[in-house]
């Protein structure tokens, strides 16, 4: 795949984790990147998104205040630092890259996206 996401793992409430999402024979300097996630109880959840330019960044209600994207251009890499975890967080964590940007929310117009990281926040 194209992009792909690293960092997730185990973690007890109030943890805090940073997830990766790299990108091969990708340029991110021509895309928006999103982070979202997925459980089989909650389905999909929009978690943060980031523009191309860095200058606008949408997060999801749930992770306002604790979670923070960032995206290095140069090394083509973006960041999601989470921290105060919560066991709601629990999730597969999924980045992807795309050339469409909603102002309101991240949205779900990708043109690649990644296989997945597990996150397990313990309480």
């Known amino acids: 795949a194209p992009v792909m996401e690293s960092g997730g793992g185990s973690v007890q409430a109030g943890g805090s984790l940073t997830l990766s999402c790299t990108a091969s024979?990708?340029?991110?300097?021509?895309?928006?990147l999103f982070w979202w996630r997925q459980t089989p109880e909650k389905g999909r959840e929009e978690v943060s998104c980031?523009?191309?330019?860095?200058?606008?960044?949408l997060y999801g209600d749930s992770v306002k205040g604790r979670f923070t994207i960032s995206r290095d251009d140069a090394k083509n890499i973006m960041y999601l630092q989470m921290s105060s975890l919560e066991p709601e967080d629990t999730a597969t964590y999924y980045c992807?890259?795309?050339?469409?940007?909603?102002?309101?929310?991240?949205?779900?117009?990708?043109?690649?996206w990644g296989q997945g990281t597990q996150v397990t926040v313990s309480s």
């Open positions: 992807a890259a795309g050339r469409s940007w909603r102002d309101r929310r991240c949205g779900n117009d990708y043109d690649y």
């Open positions: 980031i523009d191309r330019t860095g200058g606008r960044i």
């Open positions: 024979g990708l340029d991110f300097t021509d895309y928006n």
